[in-house]
């Protein structure tokens, strides 16, 4: 699952930098430190072999989960700023979109994920880690939208 991650990181981080209007982007240095800064905590905590306390476990999966929701909104909205054709759209609009969009993926993968489940589950099972799991991606995207929607500067925007 992590090469996977890491290529559709790797791939739209490389399709942004290569437009000029991503480079236009206020903070698109910091967007890219984000997206790798994604990538490397993912690769870390997926990879990781040690067993640690519960407690522990579920702690450091909601804080990924967290920043993996904000994250790809971001990228998102980041990727409908570079990439729209209309000179306006309304700022709310785009980030509800995009948690929609990436709420609808992020269902669609915990049923994928059951493909590759050492826990033996059927295909169509929400377990309860796939329950705290879209809870935390529900959570994080209704801060996401909040945030834009009360705080328009976070939006992603050009230089100027």
Request: net charge positive.
């Amino acid at each position: 699952m992590v090469v996977g991650y890491a290529l559709i990181m790797w791939a739209a981080t490389e399709l942004l930098n290569s437009n000029k209007n991503y480079k236009l982007l206020a903070h698109y240095k910091m967007y890219n430190a984000l997206f790798i800064g994604l990538l490397i905590v993912t690769t870390i905590d997926r990879s990781r072999k040690e067993v640690i306390p519960a407690i522990w476990e579920f702690r450091i999966d909601i804080c990924v989960h967290f920043l993996f929701t904000t994250i790809i909104i971001l990228l998102f909205c980041i990727l409908a700023v570079v990439f729209r054709k209309q000179k306006e759209s309304s700022k709310t609009k785009i980030v509800l979109l995009a948690a929609i969009v990436f709420n609808v993926i992020g269902f669609i993968n915990e049923f994928y994920q059951n493909i590759f489940s050492t826990n033996h589950v059927g295909l169509w099972t929400i377990t309860d880690e796939s329950k705290l799991d879209l809870t935390v991606n529900l959570i994080s995207s209704f801060i996401c939208v909040g945030l834009v929607h009360f705080q328009p500067k976070l939006f992603p925007s050009k230089r100027g």
